[in-house]
């Protein structure tokens, strides 16, 4: 059983930054494609950045040179660095577990209960 305990949000400036963690038990960490997902009020969540059991990554437009995914296998962590925040990047941040062919990310059933990340002046 894959567990993903999410941390690191809260209430930060426009222009600010921050560092979300996600931290795995279970066995295969390292097998696992990563994602982080964010859900704003009304809206679907969506797939923000992925990096593969490889370490390729992969963004989305919209935070595209603004975050940074990262895996460390030795601690069985993903982070996100999420910098030169926005009022529209304010949601719930997601991980989740999954696979990643070149084109797509799967996202399986192992989901953190998420963070809030708020942006407001």
């Known amino acids: 059983q894959v567990q993903l305990v999410e941390s690191g949000g809260g209430l930060v400036q426009p222009g600010g930054s921050l560092r979300l963690s996600c931290a795995v038990s279970?066995?295969?960490?390292?097998?696992?494609?990563m994602g982080w997902f964010r859900q704003a009020p009304g809206k679907q969540r969506e797939l923000v950045a992925q990096?593969?059991?490889?370490?390729?990554?992969k963004y989305a437009d919209s935070v595209k040179g603004r975050f940074t995914i990262s895996r460390d296998n030795a601690k069985n962590t993903v982070y996100l660095q999420i910098n030169s925040l926005k009022p529209e990047d304010t949601a719930v941040y997601y991980c989740?577990?999954?696979?990643?062919?070149?084109?797509?990310?799967?996202?399986?059933?192992?989901w953190g209960q998420g963070t809030q990340v708020t942006v407001s002046s």
């Open positions: 990096i593969g059991s490889g370490f390729t990554t």
């Open positions: 989740n577990a999954g696979r990643a062919t070149l084109s797509t990310y799967y996202p399986y059933d192992y």
């Open positions: 279970g066995t295969g960490f390292s097998a696992y494609a």
